[in-house]
């Protein structure tokens, strides 16, 4: 995060996790100010905890919400069907006691399609389930780089009474910061620097990360796409063929098949025209010829009578 100047009415999501900062209501700490924030920094710093370490994880993480607050009385039945009006969903895991098994008040919900993920992350944050006001945020334990747990002293939760406050996540985000960070200082005392983020409005909704995709990813989508208009053209029955010629044909951005339908018919008027002349002169020659005949013979009959007479 820089020392830039920034509106007061700011507030700041960090891109990534650092217990320290967390700890900080405006993200500028250079110390942890309890205990559990001193615990998560040394776990961090000794690389202790691994995010994909917990056999229980379900899912694809893109696809996947984190949902807190949840009544000790929600069951997966009832959670599964508060959820579903948002997508479908393809797994659910309510967090219980390894002991006692009684809930322990949060869940993570996997759906089909990340479109379906991010639809409930926008429309069930601060949505009743049993009573309960229940707050919802992406999969942090494997989206977001150098996550700690709570239970290590890091997460994004903890209660006023406590003094165990963490900042930086969707409900208690980051504010301005009130002074620079002090890079100088954090560097003597060995401490790595907090991660840049973002800075919005208060009442903006920060997005959740999204899948990067690959250009090999595109490229299998493009061919995906083309072998299904392959198929789909071979399905077609022969009518339907028809159908879309007779489509084309009457299509006015065929210049093509309208030219050549045009020079057709002129070609034709053309030959039914020559073919009226030629008609035409072949009669009036045979008439001339007709009545020459007439003309000679109508002579010569003249001709022998006056040699008669």
């Known amino acids: 995060m820089s020392g830039r100047n920034v509106n007061v009415n700011s507030v700041f999501y960090a891109e ?3 217990p320290v900062q967390a700890g900080s209501i405006d993200g500028t700490d250079i110390l942890p100010h309890d205990n559990a924030v001193y615990r998560a920094f040394l776990c961090s710093s000794a690389g202790l905890y691994d995010p994909l370490g917990d056999p229980k994880l379900i899912g694809d993480p893109y696809c ?3 949902v807190g607050h949840l009544s000790h009385l929600t069951t997966e039945q009832s959670l599964r069907k508060a959820f579903s009006k948002y997508g479908r969903v393809k797994d659910l895991r309510l967090v219980r006691h390894i002991v006692t098994g009684a809930s322990r008040g949060y ?6 399609t990340e479109r379906e993920m991010q639809r409930a992350y926008k429309e069930a944050h601060h949505s009743f389930i049993d009573d309960s006001e229940v707050i919802v945020d992406y999969n942090r334990q494997q989206l977001m780089p150098g996550w700690i747990p709570r239970r290590l002293g890091g997460g994004l939760g903890g209660k006023k009474e406590s003094g165990q406050l963490r900042f930086g996540g969707r409900e208690r ?3 301005a910061p009130l002074r620079p960070i002090p890079y100088d200082d954090l560097e003597r005392l060995g401490i790595p620097p907090p991660p840049e983020g973002r800075y919005m409005s208060r009442y903006q909704v920060p997005s959740p990360p999204r899948r990067k995709r690959s250009s090999v990813d595109r490229e ?7 072998m299904e208009r392959g198929v789909n053209m071979r399905k077609s029955s ?13 299509d006015p951005e065929d210049h093509s098949f309208k030219r050549t339908s045009v020079e057709t018919e002129h070609h034709r008027n053309r030959n039914s025209v020559d073919r009226a002349e030629r008609s035409h002169k072949r009669t009036s020659r045979d008439r001339d010829d007709r009545s020459h005949k007439r003309h000679k013979s109508h002579r010569r009959e003249r001709s022998t009578s006056h040699d008669h007479y």
């Open 173 to 175: 985000p980051f504010r």
């Open 107 to 112: 869940a993570f919900v996997e759906y089909e």
């Open 238 to 250: 022969p009518v339907e063929k028809e159908e879309r010629s007779h489509k084309r044909s009457m």
């Open 64 to 66: 996947t919400l984190f």
């Open 220 to 226: 299998e989508g493009i061919h995906k796409r083309s």
């Open 16 to 18: 990534g996790y650092h």
